[in-house]
């Protein structure tokens, strides 16, 4: 067994230098992704360190620390595991018309929305199916392969960059939501519960989701709203004529998942819609959803509405709303007005051209997207 | 705080424990071997005050693994935030040894004894636990954010 360790701790340090001596030589286009290049080379030599260090300290010598040995390879195995997939693998796969690109996108954002933090690295790794996903502790966000073609989803990369701005700003984003939450639910087992078993077992899961995620998914759809105005609306109409054809617009089948359901999304899309005044476009998209409930019509778990009610809703959203006000994010319509052609505006003219000219949309996406990298110095 | 902060701080704050708890029991077992055999690899050394200093990392974590029962109110590990505190203490708890058996360590561990083979077997089930407990949360936690 001790043998055997041994070897995996040497084979492990043999790995991590392949992946330096790989990334070492690379030079990358733009700063963001020599920056992140570095992070990743500082990250696997730190990590070459502790395995050095417990191959000369002498415990893989004798049988006696081979618990301990195993518990400490595993640690260090799940490290390497964890660079390999959010450091390693992104920055290897640089190139400057996909990771280049969102550089671009993603510094202009930042400076558009007016959020200080530096910018995350953007990797198109991810794929249709696993979508838009972020990495926080790395400061990663990955979108599929080829959305450097297109415009239309990138109201969803405000959704992640929302996971960004929500780790830094969690309580000043939900402030008591959570308490009015826990109060809402107190009440409704007062009125109703002793005599519902199930429906305690329901508030005692919701509770534990939105504490868990559904506070955060639901902020992140705030936040992207107010940063990107009706373009996130239609980007999440888009997911929901998808949940719709599964009977998910409503979560039936698996309401405590992660993600809230799509209609409660829907919901507290509309509001920020209209506090942040794009109310005309918040009732046309009201409509738009109102026709697709009526066309696929989809079942509700049961006391779905003592789960979300809409005090609830309209108090997360006026939260969020606040919140974003209090640490001077730019919303949309402000963006509209300090910068001439704010990426945002760019992509709900990409949703204006889709749904009232979608013959000329393609031509007119290949422009405007060959513009925004002509910005690559 | 949810997910993205609440887990992180959670996993990062039991990634760390279970990272000192593993290296106390090693200090100690080093200590152990360097005092009762003649014959050790190359590279094994430990000083008083890395003994000292495992020694205290152990008393914590009895004191935070028994608290339940003690019903100690002032608890070490404040960084896990409750419920998880408290549900990672009812785990532990269920998985340790007799807490007799236990007791026997914290007792050597404060008067500054010398553990034996005995109670660094318990100890080593008792990593091995908290480990794996680890290891589950960031199997849970490694998925990325959508």
């Known amino acids: 067994m001790i043998a055997l360790l041994k070897g995996m701790f040497t084979d492990l340090q043999n790995r991590t230098d392949a992946m330096v001596n790989h990334l070492a030589p690379q030079t990358m286009d733009t700063p963001g992704a020599s920056s992140f290049k570095e992070t990743t080379i500082l990250e696997l030599l730190w990590l070459r360190q502790k395995l050095r260090s417990v191959l000369d300290e002498g415990i893989l010598d004798d049988p006696f620390f081979a618990p301990n040995a195993s518990i400490t390879y595993s640690h260090l195995e799940e490290e390497y595991r964890e660079i390999e997939q959010y450091l390693f693998q992104p920055i290897s796969r640089y190139n400057l018309r996909a990771e280049g690109y969102f550089e671009v996108v993603i510094h202009s954002i930042y400076k558009e929305i007016n959020f200080s933090q530096k910018p995350p690295y953007v990797s198109t790794m991810s794929n249709s199916d696993a979508y838009f996903r972020a990495y926080p502790k790395y400061k990663i966000i990955m979108l599929p392969q080829g959305e450097e073609k297109h415009l239309l989803n990138l109201g969803d990369l405000y959704h992640e960059i929302g996971h960004l701005i929500y780790m830094q700003y969690n309580t000043f984003l939900i402030g008591d939501h959570l308490q009015r939450m826990t109060d809402h639910y107190r009440d409704v087992i007062q009125q109703h519960g002793r005599r519902y078993n199930a429906l305690k077992i329901a508030i005692q899961r919701a509770k534990q989701a939105w504490l868990e995620s559904w506070s955060e998914e639901l902020a992140c759809d705030l936040i992207a709203t107010y940063l990107v105005g009706p373009a996130y609306g239609w980007s999440h109409l888009k997911i929901c004529v998808m949940s719709s054809k599964h009977n998910g617009l409503f979560s039936q089948s698996n309401l405590f998942r992660d993600h809230p359901p799509d209609e409660i999304r829907m919901q507290v899309i509309l509001r920020m819609l209209s506090l942040i005044g794009c109310r005309t476009e918040a009732s046309e998209m009201a409509s738009t959803w109102q026709d697709l409930t009526t066309a696929t019509p989809n079942g509700k778990p049961p006391y779905y509405e003592e789960l979300f009610p809409s005090a609830l809703l309209d108090s997360i959203g006026k939260n969020v709303f606040d919140g974003c006000c209090d640490i001077a994010l730019q919303s949309y319509p402000q963006q509209l007005k300090t910068h001439t052609r704010p990426v945002s505006r760019i992509i709900n003219e990409a949703w204006d051209k889709i749904l009232n000219d979608p013959d000329t949309s393609t031509q007119w996406a290949m422009e405007q997207i060959n513009n925004i990298l002509s910005w690559i110095s | ?146």
């Open chain 2, 1 to 146: 705080m949810s997910k993205t902060g609440q887990r992180w701080e959670q996993y990062s704050a039991l990634d760390e424990i279970t990272d000192q708890v593993n290296q106390a029991i090693i200090l100690l077992k080093k200590a152990f071997l360097l005092s009762t055999e003649k014959e050790n690899p190359p590279g094994l050394a430990v000083s008083d005050a890395e003994i000292l200093f495992a020694r205290n990392i152990l008393r914590e974590l009895f004191r935070f693994i028994f608290s339940i029962r003690q019903k100690t109110k002032v608890l070490p590990y404040a960084q896990i935030p409750e419920p998880a505190a408290t549900d990672l203490r009812n785990k532990l708890d269920g998985l340790l040894p007799p807490r007799r058996k236990m007791t026997a360590i914290e007792q050597a561990i404060d008067s500054g004894e010398h553990l034996t083979r005995y109670h660094f077997r318990l100890l080593d089930d008792l990593i091995t636990a908290l480990d794996a407990e680890r290891s589950l949360v960031i199997q849970n936690l490694r998925k990325p954010t959508t």
